[in-house]
């Protein structure tokens, strides 16, 4: 391979976010079941973020089904609401069973931003904070409890239990509502809203906060906001099913530790397997970036379905770790 994974990856992050950011001045819209934060607050997206169109669907999905259950409402209307949610979630579906994780690595315009606080921070020579495995675990379970709040909330709504403020309730607390319109000189999220007790004023206030902590977070460690993105959350449930994979010849495992000091997220899994020829971690981006600072010939491979596209070499891993995360 004449040209190295990081490489291929910065050029392919590059043009993901020109088109997911500003493709829509050039009329590029790639539907809205885009498994990455394209955030759709962006006025001149190329594509949608499946996340809020997830909310919106659950914020009318549930109701005509029970009405038809209960004989109160028609079954066309029932049947016309899940048709219509899963023709978006089939889209979903796919495109992370065929892309799976690198979706994250490879393509999140948010995640580029992300990587370049981190690479800022190497710039003024400060160290990144460390994290403990257990402390990790733990933030690395927020993802699991922000994708059922975002679910619940909107189905409360539609049952008319909340107001329509919750509709979008992870869209209102997430930092790419204010830090992705500031590519398109889009400022006007980071004004104080007016002294309410109403659930907008509140959100707005929330946001402004958890946007702060994030951007501090994200200097500080590497793709932070990862380990609690719901998107990741999602994608993993189809990680059984993802035909753009890690894979791992664990007999030719030296345990040199090279996959653990180039991974981003500080994965142990994939150093630390020796079973499974498909190691798994939960945190996992697909950036491959282990696979290229692996250096045992073949230890460590990407596979899409039955192809092999890359297999690790002593060539690659001393490429990478010379101008490597640490």
Not at 22 to 33: E, R
Not at 232 to 255: E, P, Q, T, W, Y
């Amino acid at each position: 391979m004449s040209v190295s994974i990081s490489s291929l990856r910065l050029a392919v992050q590059h043009v993901s976010f020109v088109v997911l950011t500003f493709g829509g001045h050039f009329n590029i819209f790639l539907g809205s079941s885009l498994p990455c934060l394209s955030c759709p607050f962006v006025g001149s997206c190329g594509g949608g973020c499946y996340l809020m169109a997830w909310q919106r669907a659950m914020s009318w999905l549930f109701p005509p089904l029970v009405e038809a259950l209960t004989g109160v409402g028609s079954w066309a209307r029932a049947w016309s609401t899940l048709n219509f949610f899963l023709s978006g979630f089939v889209v979903f579906a796919l495109l992370v069973i065929v892309l799976g994780k690198s979706w994250c690595g490879w393509v999140c315009p948010f995640g580029v931003v992300q990587d370049y606080l981190a690479r800022l921070r190497r710039l003024l020579g400060l160290r990144e904070a460390e994290m403990s495995e257990r402390v990790k675990a733990g933030v690395s379970n927020v993802k699991y409890v922000l994708l059922a709040y975002l679910t619940l909330m909107p189905v409360l709504y539609s049952f008319g239990w909340l107001s329509r403020d919750f509709v979008l309730s992870f869209c209102n607390i997430c930092p790419a509502k204010i830090i992705m319109p500031l590519a398109t000189l889009d400022y006007n999220r980071l004004g104080l809203p007016v002294l309410s007790s109403s659930p907008r004023a509140v959100f707005a206030l929330i946001l402004l906060a958890v946007t702060g902590g994030m951007v501090a977070a994200m200097f500080f460690k590497d793709r932070f906001f990862c380990l609690v993105c719901p998107m990741l959350a999602m994608i993993n449930i189809f990680r059984r099913l993802h035909l753009l994979r890690l894979v791992k010849d664990v007999g030719s495992c030296r345990g040199c530790g090279s996959c653990r000091r180039t991974c981003a997220m500080d994965n142990q899994t994939i150093y630390r397997e020796r079973e499974s020829a498909r190691p798994h971690d939960p945190d996992c981006l697909g950036c491959f970036s282990c696979a290229e600072g692996c250096s045992t010939e073949g230890s460590l491979g990407v596979r899409l379905g039955p192809l092999n596209l890359f297999g690790s070499t002593p060539v690659h891993a001393i490429g990478r770790l010379t101008g490597g995360k640490k």
